[in-house]
């Protein structure tokens, strides 16, 4: 909508005068002043009468030419901050210095400076530590006379702790693994990740898109894994906390390793554990928010496997497993056979050894050249010691079936699965009978009998009175076994009569 289609709305009362002001842009006080020209000249009172005359303050053309002429012929090296007191003591031409400087810009005799860029707000600690840890590396000439490395730091962010800290030729997936692994196994599980956007760490699908984490990456797939979620950092200035650590360490440790006669990188990583990293902690850490630890103990988590760069493959008819040029050979287990045509992981450990593992167990370790390191122990087979569900007393020798075990079939279960139930229930019954007999014989029962009323209730029928002593005083096998006997009986007599009434039905004479 146009400015005077705002105002006509507001005269029609379809929107309030604040409403117009917000719509086109202006203050209310300014609508005010809009509103009244309309309703004394109309439209014309909306019309900005200014256009067509020149401007009190305009500079004449000629000095403008003479600005840019002096700029390019006299003062092509100086800056505008230069050239313009030149202009002013020397030339005697008026001019301000903002109107020099837009001038020589539009006439591409000076160059713009880049923006400063967006508003930026300082990102306050975490409460507790874990709760964030930053991980990052820097290249820089540590020793002297030795080739450049990284230093990979990893740090705290509630009080600025250094965490990990060791040199490696060059940052990627396995050094970050290597301190991963360390925090995890001393600390624990922490609760996100920073780091910047390097190609192990994200993905970026197509040039100029953002980076994203939902890749195959091994490092993602490690923090998914385990829980912890990844933060992508997205200017040096969003990891300022690690930049100024690191800030620090080039000002310190270069010095240290030299005074202390440190020359190769070996002896500089046990400096670090020994001497630097618990100097830094105790000079530069804060005191946290609150004393408290998120950080988490992990327990039946396999680091060394979880924490590997992963490749699927399978396993060739010699028990061969092909990978970069090598020919690993799977060693003999008595877990299984063999494991040719099997998919299993090959791992490479931050070690810079190789292992091969089958769904989550390590069969094998090599070094680089494909050469077996160790075969893993077999697990000895567990002492089975049999025990009754639910219950801590050992089960007896005689099998137990649990009366109408063999009528209890789940509704669902087809037929062919009911009669084996109950084909289990009879043979676990004879089998009883045979066993159970001589003993409930000598303790005054018979074997076999149906005047008591309580037979087939969980006892068997005694020769004389059924004293409720006696009945509760009965073992719980005898109960269950001679129980279970009654109900086979009652089975079989089922059967035995369904089978007399189809003897009994008439047969159908064949048609001719």
Avoid at 400 to 422: F, K, L, M, T
Wanted: with cysteine.
């Amino acid at each position: 909508m146009t400015r005077s289609e705002v105002i006509v709305r507001a005269i029609a009362k379809e929107i309030t005068w604040i409403q117009a002001a917000w719509i086109c842009g202006i203050t209310d006080r300014h609508m005010r002043r809009l509103k009244e020209g309309y309703l004394e000249r109309g439209f014309d009172g909306l019309v900005d009468h200014r256009g067509g005359r020149s401007r009190r303050k305009r500079i004449a053309v000629e000095t403008l030419e003479e600005v840019c002429s002096l700029k390019r012929e006299r003062y092509a090296d100086f800056s505008v901050q230069h050239f313009w007191e030149k202009v002013r003591e020397e030339h005697k031409i008026a001019i301000g210095y903002t109107w020099l400087k837009l001038a020589l810009q539009a006439a591409g005799l000076a160059e713009k400076s880049p923006g400063r860029g967006r508003y930026r707000r300082r990102r306050e600690r975490r409460a507790m530590r874990g709760m964030l840890v930053h991980l990052d590396a820097s290249t820089h000439q540590w020793i002297a006379g030795e080739p450049m490395q990284d230093l990979m730091v990893a740090l705290d962010d509630a009080d600025g702790r250094m965490l990990y800290a060791q040199f490696v030729p060059q940052e990627g997936t396995l050094s970050t693994f290597a301190a991963l692994k360390h925090i995890l196994r001393r600390l624990g599980r922490f609760a996100e990740l920073y780091t910047d956007r390097g190609s192990h760490f994200c993905h970026t699908p197509t040039a100029g898109a953002a980076p994203t984490t939902a890749h195959a990456g091994q490092v993602s797939r490690a923090l998914k894994v385990l829980g912890i979620r990844q933060l992508l950092a997205w200017s040096p200035q969003a990891r300022g906390r690690s930049e100024r650590a690191f800030q620090t360490i080039q000002g310190r440790l270069p010095q240290e390793l030299r005074a202390a006669g440190i020359g190769t990188y070996a002896d500089a990583n046990e400096y670090l554990d020994k001497h630097f990293l618990p100097d830094f902690n105790r000079r530069f850490t804060v005191e946290p928010a609150q004393a408290e630890s998120a950080f988490v103990p992990l327990v039946g988590v396999d680091l060394d496997l979880l924490l590997s760069v992963q490749h699927q493959r399978s396993v060739n008819n010699d028990s061969t497993v092909a990978f970069e040029g090598l020919s690993l050979q799977l060693p003999r287990t008595a877990e299984r056979a063999h494991y040719v045509r099997c998919e299993v992981t090959v791992h490479e450990f931050p070690e810079g050894t190789l292992g091969v593992s089958y769904q989550g167990r390590l069969l094998a370790r090599y070094d680089r050249d494909g050469q077996l390191l160790a075969v893993p122990a077999p697990r000895p087979a567990a002492a089975r010691n049999p025990q009754q569900i639910g219950t801590t007393r050992p089960l007896s020798g005689i099998p137990i079936v649990r009366p109408g075990a063999s009528e209890r079939v789940s509704p669902a279960a087809n037929g062919r699965r009911a009669q084996s139930v109950r084909n289990s229930a009879a043979r676990a019954g004879r089998a009883t009978r045979r066993r159970v007999q001589p003993a409930a014989t000598q303790a005054g029962f018979p074997a076999r009998g149906s005047s008591c009323p309580q037979w087939g209730r969980g006892h068997p029928e005694p020769v004389t009175a059924c004293p409720p002593l006696r009945r509760r005083a009965l073992p719980p096998a005898t109960m269950w076994t001679a129980a279970s006997a009654i109900t086979q009986r009652r089975s079989t007599t089922r059967r035995q009569e369904h089978r007399k009434k189809r003897a009994k039905r008439p047969r159908s004479s064949p048609s001719n």
